[in-house]
């Protein structure tokens, strides 16, 4: 019974893993889309709340490679909840992206 639970478990983290490859091939894109928002010119009358959100998602969307690569070197007990720390990232960046575009759709910047 354990041995079967073991399989299950390494089948949901090769599904997982391989979930979270696939942002990978866009990341380029993201990363250049995402250096060019943080260097660009600001007109200094942004609300706090909208540049908080702003670079909240910027820099949190850009160290996605790096929860990958955690994810994946320190997994080497094939936990789920870190094989799945790659989608929850993926899912909090969606989310602020959403909170990005709502404030500033709010302050009609």
Known sequence: ???LTE???ARIHK???IISLIP???YP?????NFMSLLGHRSGNEPLSLKFAAYSFLIFSTLYPV???Y???KNKQKRIIISALPLIHLFISIL???IWMSIEDNYNC
């Open 15 to 17: 599904i997982f893993f």
């Open 7 to 9: 399989q299950k478990n």
């Open 29 to 33: 894109i993201i990363l250049l889309a």
């Open 71 to 73: 994810s994946k070197t």
């Open 1 to 3: 019974m354990e041995n």
């Open 96 to 98: 602020l992206f959403i």
């Open 24 to 26: 990978l091939g866009i």
């Open 67 to 69: 929860t990958l690569i």
